[in-house]
């Protein structure tokens, strides 16, 4: 007669979790053809504590009904089923300590020697079990029955070991476990524990191996329900995927590669192929990559990218790695009729040398590392570390805005026609000794990806009109101060609304300002122009800044109406050895000129360079040749000296 108590009901979850898992591993790493691979993955420890589990569990039933025949002729089948009873159940323990090593990290590049001494408790009470028909010294069987033999507390010992083991690994690397997985994890851990102790102290609960089996399951649903992990499309690991493993890598301290590959021209195709062609084309990169990975786990985790987790035992070999991927992206790739070149960017970084926490990581791989494309090519940690240093760069920005770091200086701007300074530039500076070095055109970009930008403009803004007011500007031949105006400036509402608050406040004339703009053509929104144009209604005066280089056309001349147009000092130095880029340059302000514009060449530097502009015919001139940028104080001396008179 069968009873339905804890043992059966242990067994027959052990044996849902035996066949859940092997069904979920058939669905999952479709790719990895490598054997090795997936031996050596958490989930085939994981099986094998399953098994091990469902035998010990069912042994422990069968042996149950076998006592209950009392026959002689079942004794072979008694001593047996004991016999799987042990052999399995120091399994269990085993496995599970290999999977707590695992899922910790803790295993992570440890020699041979570590696991032989590791499973050496294992295999010695393996062999007592399998020697023990011989010496009876774990059970022996008579005509009273069952007995435990001498050695049966080592057998028990050896367990328990395993299961410290586990708690030992579990709380030395917690931080391996993702969040919000601790506290189950932890809690199955324990549940495990007091069922061993409970079945120590009342052997007539049997409730060991039902509070294994819970636990086991709960693992199951926690830590193996991997079908959240793999992405659907190419069968490849997903982003939760990597970033557990990530996690596993950076607790466990040991060197790895990670070669990050990222499709850059994708999203040009995407344009002009169907979804679906490009569904294959990913399709068919992820396949190659798998093939050439290997042994190696290929994660997708983002439309466009792509990953390989190399171990540290194979570190050499990322480079090599990185090699056959980059020669292979030479090629074409083809899907149906179409022949895709597609361009990647590749990034071998050592983790946890390079990133040496999840959130670093987690930076990294959201880096688009170009903006431009630049074909395929080995992007080097460095380059990549200069843009994360951006992003440090923003929170710097918001601290200097916050601790009133934040100062402007001026550079004269010199009038050819009247010999005197007339006007001025304001160009932002940081009092601060982590932006000594750093030139505004580093952190303004900065400054515009990350929003500070519009603080930043109102404080120059507002900075530039009590400098007027304070200084009496029109008695010191002063005619205007230019500043610079970022386009991302207009993206934020009330611009001129709060320009114009700001100027009644200190009572002064809109044309004691001037804004400088330069335009790229990305950023000739509906948006921007209206703001542009509404400042223009009311009565601001614009310069076009920095023009000759970007995006700055011969168009927006005739079809926007500037006061001054400010040559780009790049082109003004090109004309010191190139003759053509000179006679351009000449010839461009001539046209300029003829549209009605002032000319403002920035960047001179030297007499020949003020005879070069002057006589081209720019009628202001900004450069070092007159002053560098110089703080207020300085500014006003420089301007009651009549130094350029
Ligand atoms: P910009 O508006 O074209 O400013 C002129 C830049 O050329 C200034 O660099 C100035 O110091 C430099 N310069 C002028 N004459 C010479 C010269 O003879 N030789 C050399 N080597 N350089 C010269 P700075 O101050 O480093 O500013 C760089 C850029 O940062 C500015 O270029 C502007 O685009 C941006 N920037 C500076 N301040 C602000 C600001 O308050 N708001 C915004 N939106 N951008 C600003
Ligand atoms: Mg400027
Ligand atoms: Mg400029």
Same mark, same amino acid.
């Given at each position: 007669?069968?009873?339905?108590?804890?043992?059966?009901?242990?067994?027959?979850?052990?044996?849902?979790?035996?066949?859940?898992?092997?069904?979920?591993?058939?669905?999952?790493?479709?790719?990895?053809?490598?054997?090795?691979?997936?031996?050596?993955?958490?989930?085939?420890?994981?099986?094998?504590?399953?098994?091990?589990?469902?035998?010990?569990?069912?042994? =422990?039933?069968?042996?149950?009904?076998?006592?209950?025949?009392?026959?002689?002729?079942?004794?072979?089948?008694?001593?047996?089923?004991?016999?799987?009873?042990?052999?399995?159940?120091?399994?269990?323990?085993?496995?599970?300590?290999?999977?707590?090593?695992?899922?910790?990290?803790?295993?992570?590049?440890?020699?041979?020697?570590?696991?032989?001494?590791?499973?050496?408790?294992?295999?010695?009470?393996?062999?007592?079990?399998?020697?023990?028909?011989?010496?009876?010294?774990?059970?022996?069987?008579?005509?009273?029955?069952?007995?435990?033999?001498?050695?049966?507390?080592?057998?028990?010992?050896?367990?328990?070991?395993?299961?410290?083991?586990?708690?030992?690994?579990?709380?030395?690397?917690?931080?391996?476990?993702? !969040?919000?997985?601790?506290? /189950?994890?932890?809690?199955?851990?324990?549940?495990?524990?007091?069922?061993?102790?409970?079945?120590?102290?009342?052997?007539?609960?049997?409730?060991?191996? @039902?509070?294994?089996?819970?636990?086991?399951?709960?693992?199951?649903?926690?830590?193996?329900?991997?079908?959240?992990?793999?992405?659907?499309?190419?069968?490849?690991?997903?982003?939760?995927?990597?970033?557990?493993?990530?996690?596993?890598?950076?607790?466990?301290?040991? =060197?790895?590669?990670?070669?990050?590959?990222?499709?850059?021209?994708?999203?040009?195709?995407?344009?002009?192929?169907?979804?679906?062609?490009?569904?294959?084309?990913?399709?068919?990169?992820?396949?190659?990559?798998?093939?050439?990975?290997?042994?190696?786990?290929?994660?997708?985790?983002?439309?466009?990218?792509?990953?390989?987790?190399?171990?540290?035992?194979?570190?050499?070999?990322?480079?090599?790695?990185?090699?056959?991927?980059?020669?292979?992206?030479?090629?074409?790739?083809?899907?149906?009729?179409?022949?895709?070149?597609?361009?990647?960017?590749?990034?071998?970084?050592?983790?946890?040398?390079?990133?040496?926490?999840?959130?670093?990581?987690?930076?990294?791989?959201?880096?688009?590392? !170009?903006?431009?494309?630049?074909?395929?090519?080995?992007?080097?940690?460095?380059?990549?570390?200069?843009?994360?240093?951006?992003?440090?760069?923003?929170?710097?920005?918001?601290?200097?805005?916050?601790?009133?770091?934040?100062?402007?200086?001026?550079?004269?701007?010199?009038?050819?026609?009247?010999?005197?300074?007339?006007?001025?530039?304001?160009?932002?500076?940081?009092?601060?000794?982590?932006? !000594?070095?750093?030139?505004?055109?580093?952190?303004?970009?900065?400054?515009?990806?990350?929003?500070?930008?519009?603080?930043?403009?109102?404080?120059?803004?507002?900075?530039?009109?009590?400098?007027?007011?304070?200084?009496?500007?029109?008695?010191?031949?002063?005619?205007?101060?230019?500043?610079?105006?970022?386009?991302?400036?207009?993206?934020?509402?009330?611009?001129?609304?709060?320009?114009?608050?700001?100027?009644?406040?200190?009572?002064?004339?809109?044309?004691?300002?001037?804004?400088?703009?330069?335009?790229?053509?990305?950023?000739?929104?509906?948006?921007?122009?209206?703001?542009?144009?509404?400042? !223009?209604?009311?009565?601001?005066?614009?310069?076009?800044?920095? @023009?000759?280089?970007?995006?700055?056309?011969?168009?927006?001349?005739?079809?926007?109406?500037?006061?001054?147009?400010?040559?780009?000092?790049?082109?003004?130095?090109?004309?010191?050895?190139?003759?053509?880029?000179?006679?351009?340059?000449?010839?461009?302000?001539?046209?300029?000129?003829?549209?009605?514009?002032?000319?403002?060449? /920035?960047?001179?530097?030297?007499?020949?360079?003020?005879?070069?502009?002057?006589?081209?015919?720019?009628?202001?001139?900004?450069?070092?040749?007159? =002053?560098?940028?110089?703080?207020?104080?300085?500014?006003?001396?420089?301007?009651?000296?009549?130094?350029?008179?």
């Amino acid at each position: 007669m069968i009873r339905f108590d804890l043992e059966n009901a242990a067994w027959i979850l052990s044996l849902y979790c035996l066949v859940y898992c092997l069904m979920v591993n058939r669905r999952q790493y479709k790719f990895s053809r490598s054997v090795k691979a997936n031996l050596l993955n958490q989930h085939v420890v994981f099986i094998l504590a399953v098994f091990s589990l469902t035998v010990t569990s069912a042994s =422990s039933v069968a042996g149950s009904f076998l006592e209950t025949l009392s026959s002689r002729q079942v004794f072979f089948w008694q001593y047996l089923l004991h016999t799987l009873y042990y052999l399995f159940h120091i399994t269990l323990s085993t496995c599970l300590a290999l999977y707590f090593m695992d899922i910790t990290g803790a295993g992570v590049g440890k020699k041979e020697k570590y696991f032989i001494l590791f499973s050496l408790p294992y295999l010695l009470v393996v062999l007592l079990i399998l020697t023990n028909p011989l010496s009876d010294v774990c059970f022996y069987m008579d005509a009273r029955g069952y007995h435990r033999g001498a050695w049966m507390p080592l057998l028990y010992a050896c367990g328990l070991a395993y299961l410290v083991i586990c708690f030992l690994l579990f709380f030395r690397h917690i931080r391996a476990i993702s !969040r919000t997985d601790r506290m /189950e994890v932890g809690a199955l851990l324990f549940l495990a524990a007091v069922g061993v102790v409970l079945q120590a102290l009342y052997p007539q609960l049997r409730v060991e191996l @039902f509070a294994e089996a819970l636990t086991l399951l709960g693992i199951m649903m926690i830590m193996e329900e991997r079908s959240g992990h793999v992405d659907p499309l190419t069968g490849a690991l997903n982003r939760p995927a990597l970033v557990e493993a990530s996690r596993r890598l950076i607790e466990s301290g040991r =060197s790895s590669r990670l070669i990050l590959v990222k499709l850059t021209n994708l999203d040009l195709f995407a344009k002009l192929f169907s979804s679906r062609e490009i569904d294959s084309l990913i399709l068919q990169v992820a396949e190659w990559l798998t093939e050439t990975a290997g042994d190696y786990e290929l994660f997708h985790y983002r439309d466009r990218d792509f990953a390989i987790l190399v171990p540290d035992e194979a570190n050499a070999l990322a480079d090599e790695l990185g090699g056959a991927i980059l020669q292979r992206f030479e090629q074409n790739w083809q899907t149906g009729a179409v022949n895709f070149r597609l361009e990647a960017e590749l990034c071998i970084v050592r983790v946890p040398e390079d990133v040496s926490s999840l959130n670093e990581l987690d930076e990294l791989i959201a880096i688009r590392f !170009r903006e431009k494309n630049q074909g395929t090519r080995l992007v080097s940690f460095h380059e990549v570390s200069t843009f994360r240093r951006n992003r440090h760069l923003a929170q710097s920005l918001r601290d200097a805005v916050e601790g009133q770091k934040l100062r402007v200086w001026y550079q004269p701007i010199w009038s050819v026609e009247e010999g005197r300074t007339v006007a001025a530039e304001a160009l932002l500076r940081i009092d601060s000794e982590e932006f !000594r070095g750093i030139s505004p055109e580093v952190y303004i970009p900065v400054a515009e990806q990350c929003g500070v930008i519009r603080e930043i403009g109102l404080f120059v803004f507002e900075e530039v009109c009590r400098f007027l007011r304070d200084c009496d500007y029109r008695k010191l031949g002063l005619e205007y101060v230019d500043v610079n105006l970022s386009v991302y400036q207009f993206l934020h509402d009330n611009l001129a609304e709060r320009f114009e608050a700001i100027r009644e406040q200190y009572g002064l004339p809109r044309d004691a300002i001037n804004l400088e703009i330069t335009e790229s053509a990305s950023m000739q929104t509906p948006v921007v122009e209206a703001a542009l144009e509404e400042l !223009r209604r009311i009565g601001y005066h614009f310069s076009l800044d920095d @023009f000759g280089t970007g995006y700055s056309n011969l168009v927006q001349l005739i079809r926007t109406s500037y006061k001054n147009v400010k040559m780009d000092k790049s082109l003004l130095w090109d004309g010191d050895h190139n003759e053509n880029a000179a006679r351009l340059l000449d010839n461009l302000i001539r046209v300029i000129r003829g549209l009605g514009c002032n000319v403002v060449q /920035e960047g001179v530097e030297t007499p020949a360079q003020l005879e070069r502009s002057a006589s081209a015919g720019a009628n202001l001139i900004q450069g070092y040749f007159f =002053s560098r940028p110089i703080p207020e104080q300085k500014f006003l001396e420089y301007l009651k000296r009549g130094e350029s008179n």
